[in-house]
């Protein structure tokens, strides 16, 4: 498995306004996901971060919306642009590790939008 | 997509008692991967299932994947407080990378 720290744990935004959250690995990993838990709903992938090039998207997601960045193998950022309440939810950073299936994940940012 | 019909929603158990829970789909799965999430955390991993009829244990938790491969189970057994949290059953999306996920078993159990 993978140590997977994400930051910030939570924040609290006004409407219009954008945050970075980062996700940080403590060994290189293959792939790295972001994906988003609505209140009280399951896990929804939004894209894979690609290790220098652009992400990939998940359909209803868009790079103006959620733009990623993966610079190297262990670290990762998600934005959340132009935010409305509607993009309240907890945003998960995940890792699979070399040929494996299994993803492990960050504890998660718990986003508020006010 | 693929979708997993996870059921059922919620359980609320005395403790001591023990739990099953299932998940379902109409297509085909290579990988079932069962995940506890608990408030203001990210899921853990539990049981990873890769051959279909595979039975798997970590503790008191036993997974099956089962033989058609288009379902599994999860049972825990003599729950303690402590198991409380969401589970969750994933599997490999096919033909994409990433996970997809059912919607959750919410375990309560009641002193």
């Known amino acids: 498995s993978a140590v997977i720290s994400q930051k910030p744990s939570r924040d609290i935004c006004q409407r219009g306004t954008s945050l970075t959250i980062q996700c940080q690995v403590d060994?290189?990993?293959?792939?790295m996901f972001w994906y988003r838990q609505q209140p009280g709903q399951s896990l929804t992938l939004i894209a894979t971060?690609?290790?220098?090039?652009?992400?990939?998207?998940e359909s209803g997601f868009v790079i103006d919306k959620f733009p990623i960045s993966r610079p190297n193998l262990t670290f990762s950022t998600l934005t959340v642009s132009n935010m409305s309440p509607e993009d309240s939810s907890i945003y998960l950073c995940?890792?699979?590790?070399?040929?494996?299936?299994?993803?492990?994940f960050g504890q998660g940012t718990r986003l508020t939008v006010v | 997509g693929q979708q997993l019909n996870q059921s059922p929603q919620s359980m609320f158990i005395q403790e001591g008692e023990d739990v099953s829970m299932n998940c379902t789909s109409s297509?085909?799965?290579?990988?079932w991967l069962w995940y506890k999430q608990e408030p203001g955390e990210g899921p853990v991993l539990l049981i990873a299932?890769?051959?279909?009829?595979e039975l798997t244990s970590n503790g008191r938790l036993t997974a099956q994947f089962g033989i058609t491969r288009k379902d599994s189970f999860l049972n825990i057994s003599a729950s303690i407080p402590s198991d409380v949290g969401i589970y969750f059953c994933?599997?490999?999306?096919?033909?994409?990378?990433?996970?997809?996920f059912g919607k959750g078993t919410h375990l309560i159990i009641q002193p």
């Open positions: 995940s890792v699979v590790t070399g040929g494996h299936t299994e993803a492990f």
């Open positions: 060994s290189q990993v293959t792939m």
């Open positions: 971060a690609n290790q220098g090039s652009e992400a990939t998207y």
């Open positions: 297509s085909i799965f290579n990988t």
């Open positions: 299932l890769y051959k279909a009829g």
């Open positions: 994933a599997g490999p999306r096919g033909g994409a990378d990433g996970l997809t």
